[in-house]
């Protein structure tokens, strides 16, 4: 059997690996101040008592504080060490990573992307530290981390967004001893320079007209304008939504989604055909060559007897092939929803090891920290789409409606 030392030195090392991998400059502005606020949690715990505080269990009393300097990732940082007037304070918290290239914050900020319940953390700081730190310190500190992350999420959006990419995602939450779904909708867009950006991320208590309502709503009053082209699927409500918001803008529903609607009235056996069928009416050279594929593919629907399949094609088929009013180009990476998918799919492989989520609160917060993290990544800093050419289309279009009147 192995001894007590070798796990903990397995989990400093991963926890090292992943701050210097995934945290980087996230934590600059705050390292110093949440470093000298667990200073204070430990010598509130020494002295049984808080600054200030007269009580009889108080079993010592502040004498001021010396400064030091502590080397972190994040930068050099001034920690304000408290001393005591009974006893020598010294801190396993600082002293076991003093000058190393690591910091407080960013190790519970990894943690609470894991997912990692408070009182876990209790357990893991004790392994990287030789200390617990209290769930009442982590609880602060992570109201701390709640406080920033709001106020990304609450940004204002600047410029035009010519295309924005919607979706949500159902978790699941604890609610009166019950297990219930709660959703959380994400927005991204595409700038009016071609990189994509976060938009938004708001809690909704299911993908309906109401939250997607409140959250169009978020998204204009925060500054969401220039909206060429909304990609998403055919959510319910959704649509509707987007007509009372942004009535002049175009709605691309999402090709992928599409296939797997009609794919759900279609016998396996005759999947395959039918996906060829479907797949050859988007392959058209533009929007009339594509209807009136549209139109045979229909057709051949019925004389297979695939009625359902026939009448979905029927009804929505017009709702995917907006994408053609918009340059060539762009046309693979706006007549499906893969630009979120791609994010989404992250999502619930971070929110997966946490189960069902205490509130929906919660459920927000960890979904809004991944996000925040992407945003930070090369995700955001490699160009997308060339707008120079939408801008190009537009004004091509205006110079034949000004010469057709």
Request: some cysteine; hydrophobic content about 35%; proline content about 2%.
């Amino acid at each position: 059997m192995e001894s007590d030392s070798t796990p903990k030195a397995q989990i400093i090392q991963l926890n090292e690996g992943a701050i210097r991998d995934h945290l980087g400059e996230m934590v600059r502005s705050t390292v110093e101040d949440t470093l000298n606020r667990m200073l204070d949690a430990e010598a509130n715990q020494l002295c049984n008592a808080e600054k200030y505080q007269r009580n009889e269990a108080r079993t010592d009393t502040r004498a001021g504080h010396y400064q030091r300097k502590l080397h972190t990732k994040a930068g050099e940082v001034t920690l304000n060490v408290p001393k005591l007037r009974r006893q020598t304070f010294e801190t396993a918290i600082i002293e076991r990573y003093r000058r190393r290239e690591a910091s407080v914050e960013e190790a519970l900020i990894e943690m609470y992307l894991a997912g990692v319940s408070v009182r876990r953390v209790e357990d893991i700081t004790e392994a990287l530290w030789g200390t617990k730190v209290s769930p009442g310190t982590i609880s602060n500190l992570n109201k701390k981390v709640y406080s920033k992350i709001e106020e990304w999420r609450n940004r204002p959006i600047t410029g035009d967004y010519p295309y924005v990419y919607l979706d949500g995602i159902v978790l699941k939450r604890s609610w009166g001893g019950e297990v219930t779904n709660v959703s959380v909708l994400v927005a991204i867009g595409v700038n009016h320079q071609g990189y994509r950006k976060i938009l938004g991320v708001c809690e909704g208590a299911k993908e309906d007209k109401a939250g997607w309502s409140s959250f169009l709503r978020h998204l204009k009053e925060r500054g969401l304008t220039g909206v060429r082209l909304f990609v998403t699927d055919a959510c319910m409500g959704l649509v509707e939504s987007l007509a009372e918001f942004y009535p002049t803008t175009k709605w691309q529903r999402c090709t992928v989604h599409f296939y797997r609607n009609v794919f759900s009235v279609t016998p396996a056996k005759k999947m395959a055909e039918v996906a060829a069928m479907l797949k050859a009416i988007h392959a058209s050279e533009d929007k009339k060559a594509a209807l009136e594929k549209a139109e045979a593919v229909y057709l051949k629907l019925e004389t297979m007897k695939l009625k359902e399949a026939a009448k979905k094609v029927k009804d929505s088929i017009a709702e995917t092939l907006t994408y053609y009013d918009f340059p060539r180009e762009h046309r693979i990476r706006i007549r499906t929803n893969n630009a979120l998918e791609r994010i989404m799919k992250e999502i619930r492989r971070r929110t997966k090891v946490v189960g069902a989520f205490p509130d929906g609160h919660s459920a927000l917060m960890l979904c809004a920290a991944r996000l925040r993290h992407i945003a930070g990544t090369q995700w955001g800093t490699k160009r997308y789409l060339n707008i120079d050419l939408l801008k190009e289309q537009e004004v091509e279009q205006r110079h034949s409606m000004a010469e057709a009147i």
